[in-house]
């Protein structure tokens, strides 16, 4: 089940506003320009399985998502936990494109901060979201990753992550303690 928490910057430890449906998550993102989008996936790809692998399971997902919205970028993300070290993207960072996140397995939250507040949105298979250049975001995935997504972005200037050196977004509760 995807799950929308809003926090106050103030007290990281208790949300403010807890939301389970669709259309709810995806209208309070929207009023943020945040668009959320769920797409029910018949696919079945195992966090762990390598780049290639995702990429040979996911190619006509990858092309119809980069057709959609209009993206000439693109990165797996695909941990399982047993993988060395990789970026670490629970660090708070902007990207100067759009990024549009598409789970394909497993769970993760992204954070985003977004006006007076911090939005944490569990997701999981099927779904995706849009997030606008330069919004302050980072991507949680708990003590044992399982997760595959594909990170889109408007161009390639836009994929590498520039990150902000604010360490508060440690402070948010994870994946592991909603």
Not at 46 to 75: I, N
């Amino acid at each position: 089940m995807s799950i929308l928490c809003v926090f106050h910057p103030s007290s990281p430890d208790l949300p403010n506003k807890v939301l389970t449906h669709h259309d709810d998550i995806a209208a309070t993102l929207a009023e943020q320009g945040v668009r959320f989008i769920h797409q029910p996936l018949e696919l079945r790809v195992r966090p762990g399985t390598g780049e290639q692998a995702v990429l040979g399971d996911c190619r006509e997902l990858l092309d119809q998502l980069m057709t959609a919205h209009r993206s000439a970028a693109f990165r797996v993300l695909d941990r399982d936990g047993a993988q060395p070290a990789q970026v670490d993207l629970r660090d708070e960072h902007v990207h100067d494109a759009e990024e549009v996140f598409a789970l394909v397995s497993g769970r993760a939250q992204v954070g985003l901060r977004l006006g007076d507040y911090v939005y944490a949105v569990l997701c999981e298979k099927g779904d995706q979201l849009v997030v606008p250049a330069r919004t302050r975001r980072w991507v949680e995935l708990g003590d044992n990753p399982f997760c595959v997504a594909l990170r889109l972005f408007a161009n390639e200037q836009g994929v590498e992550p520039r990150f902000t050196g604010d360490e508060t977004a440690r402070l948010f509760l994870g994946i592991d303690e909603l």
